[in-house]
């Protein structure tokens, strides 16, 4: 899974490198254009994930306030660092506006909540699926000995209503709302709790003894499949066909997440996993949250002392330059402030109490 982690990272990152556009981005390549535009939905991976394994690994009668003081000493500290060197760039070396609210809110990971702080994404933009992720985190405790206590089929009732429950709101945000709410209310939390949801029900169905008839290769597939059907679909299938399909790419991407999450679980828990145990993609994957921090404040510093570069293949160099980096800032605020932060924190919190065993009379 912490292999996993470093692909979904440079979906992202490759998305935000290649731009929405034609015209967009740092260096445009016209080679992985427009099926880049995928990766902006590799955060839907990281939502998914963090449900599947925050249940996963779960204890039952764990303390509420453990886990709480562990995940504030897990995100903060290294947001903090990327935060400022973020401000630093798109507002002091950039053009860029804002406010005191609005990077105020973007601090404390609460900037979602809020339709109007300037940018729409403000201080770090790419901290809007930590405000997400934050109240994920603030209901897990609370509701997964509820979630825990339902049968199985109702749990994945109730998953594939929230899935649908998405579609019908990004269909109402295009419809009826102008563009600026309509990007508001498709980047509140509430909006995405259905993808956390998916990861969570799925980790108690395999806890349970169900299984996914799909190797990993074969869920990889559907998701390429899926990737060229998607950023084709104007091509081919015409206006309608394109907007049903983007009005339903963050249900169906979550459903291909955690297929290809319980594909990789049931091929290791059979002795076949391979690649995904490779010590170098573990460590990329360590340290894919820093990555994930740093990489478009990179972006946007190229961006700003780069201009004006023309389309082109060769560009694929520069992409990969850029993630190396990326990648050196991520190992160096993964293990100079991540790593040893998190450790600082969790020595001064609250503990884990065992539960008293339960003996039984002969």
Not at 42 to 66: D, E, I, N, Q, R
Not at 91 to 107: C, H, K
Not at 274 to 281: D, F, H, S
């Amino acid at each position: 899974m912490t292999s996993l982690r470093f692909f979904a990272a440079f979906a992202v990152f490759t998305h935000h490198f290649n731009g929405i556009s034609a015209g967009g981005g740092v260096w445009h390549v016209p080679m992985i254009f427009p099926y880049s535009k995928i990766g902006v939905h590799g955060v839907t991976f990281f939502f998914v994930l963090s449900g599947f394994l925050l249940t996963w690994s779960h204890k039952p009668g764990a303390a509420k306030k453990v886990f709480y003081w562990r995940r504030v000493g897990r995100i903060y500290p290294a947001h903090f660092v990327a935060a400022g060197l973020a401000l630093l760039v798109f507002y002091g070396m950039g053009t860029d506006r804002t406010d005191l609210f609005s990077v105020v809110t973007s601090l404390l990971l609460v900037q979602t909540w809020f339709p109007h702080v300037v940018p729409n994404l403000p201080g770090n933009p790419v901290t809007w699926t930590l405000s997400v992720e934050l109240l994920f985190y603030a209901l897990f405790p609370l509701c997964i000995g509820r979630l825990r206590r339902m049968r199985t089929r109702g749990l994945a009732l109730l998953t594939f209503a929230g899935l649908a429950g998405m579609w019908a709101v990004n269909c109402f945000a295009d419809h009826y709302l102008n563009h600026h709410d309509a990007f508001w209310v498709m980047r509140h939390p509430i909006v995405y709790l259905p993808q956390f949801l998916i990861g969570v029900t799925f980790a108690i169905a395999l806890r349970r003894g169900h299984r996914v008839p799909l190797r990993p290769f074969a869920a990889v597939l559907l998701i390429l499949a899926y990737t060229v059907v998607y950023t084709r679909a104007d091509d081919w299938a015409g206006k309608f066909v394109a907007h049903q399909m983007e009005t339903t790419v963050r249900p169906v991407v979550a459903i291909l997440s955690v297929l290809l999450i319980a594909a990789c679980v049931q091929n290791e828990a059979a002795g076949r996993s391979r690649l995904l145990t490779k010590r170098y993609l573990i460590l990329l994957g360590a340290s894919s949250y820093a990555f994930y921090l740093v990489h478009q404040t990179v972006n946007q510093f190229i961006r700003l002392y780069w201009r004006g570069h023309p389309d082109s293949n060769e560009a694929i160099v520069y992409l990969l330059g850029v993630f190396l980096i990326s990648q050196a800032l991520a190992w160096l605020l993964y293990r100079y402030v991540e790593e040893p932060a998190q450790v600082w924190w969790s020595k001064r919190g609250p503990k884990s109490r065992p539960r008293p065993a339960v003996t039984t009379a002969a």
